[in-house]
């Protein structure tokens, strides 16, 4: 039996994008490997938002030089977004790599390693060498700067496998795509050339998708999409909106808990607001990322809002839903970003009272609209003191946010075990509806996948400390 190892680096899309291909993989007769020595095939699914994760991905794919020489009948592969960035590029940079396949391509991604498996087999017993250059496949999907709008959808193959609850971290959580690609354009960012225009997936396939789920054992989806509230689909007459989703996904008997993301701030809408505040079973939580607070980085990222407009979302949302949270991402030192310039985005910070941010700086990627226009003119130094000044802004915000739970009871989905306490007992993690991270103390982990209800005692700025003794177990049932 030959065996897949897949390594995952990036976002969900791409967490979820690997369940897709172990799925896929495992429908097609490979068996999966708990390492890479024993693995025949290696796939690395990548990603290029910023240098940083580009360069650790060569470093990896140089260290398994030696596996290629120890299996010269293995298949290493790189999928995922630098894939279809790099495309030829990276058969340069690392000769040894087999397969080069693009986020558009994976339905592909099975055949296509049995193709190569078989070759090189092949190759092994006619001459017991391998000919490095003439076993090798790209695929990726067209460009879009290069095509016609309607041949690049199509370029972009949509990959919907039956879905292997193995291949999930546990299962009863799960992530369900229901839209492909992004159309933003934000002058930053690769994603809307490596993943490709907006698709929306069909409702019915999506509800249809969360019901096997369902049947197999899922309790939270996460519906992602890469500016989620953009989805919208038309059929005849009838357009269905991630709102009008949020009222269909709930219905379905089983589904417990239902998160979104990511969000961009001018699809937030009243209608969006309100089913989050009306629907029990949705997370009271949003992350909307606003990048900056100033309004000519606004501008210069292209972002199609106003530091203003962003303050007044915020204010409709914490207006409209009740203990909700939101979180946000940040980009520090985008190009010509000035001391006056990063203090409004301080402002800001101070303003939204976020759950918690996420803190990226500025990383030029080439092909996009900002490595075009704009010099990357502020110093890595710079970027790494705005950094840690916004992080100790948004710590000591989500400390003071936590600490309002002390003494206050709280819904945990039990997600898992965080630590093994020499006690014998385990330390069991799970979250809120409002996403905060609550640990308690049990006697072993059969909690796991329960909502339960905890009194807290204590609080970190990422952690609120539950005590065993408050445990109150809760059924739930459809509405509650
Ligand atoms: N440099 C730094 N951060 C970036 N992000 C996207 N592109 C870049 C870039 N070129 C950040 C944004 C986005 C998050 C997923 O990654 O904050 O919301
Ligand atoms: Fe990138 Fe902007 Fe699209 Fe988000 S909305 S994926 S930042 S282009």
Redesign the pocket.
Known sequence: MQKFYIETVG?QMNVLDSELVHSGLVQSGLVPATNHDNADVILFNTCS??QHAENKIYSALGRLKHWKIIKPYGVLGVIGCMAQKDQKTIFQRAPHVDLVLGPGQLELLPETVHQLLEEKLQRNYVSQEIEIESGKKLLVSLKRQEHRHAEVIGSFRLFNPVRNPEARDNRFQAMVRIMFGCDKFCT???VPSVRGPEQSRQPQEILNEIQTLVRQGVVEITLIGQTVNSYRYKNGEKTTLLADLLYQVSDIEGIQRICFV?NYPRGMNDDLLQAVRDLPKVAKHLHV?V?SGSDTVLRRMKRNYTATEYRELVDRIYSTIPNVSMTC???VGFCGETDEEFRKTVELVQYCRFKNS?I??????PG?KSAELYPDDVPESVKKIRNNVLLEIQDKISLEQNQQFIGKTVEILVEGISKQLETGEVQLSGRTSCDRIVVFNAPDNRLISQFLKLKIYDAAPFTLFAQQSEIVRIIRNRDS
């Open positions: 976002c938002i910023r930053y960012c690769v990511t990322p990048q991402d940040f980009i996420f990226f700086k500025y990383s030029e990627r996009t």
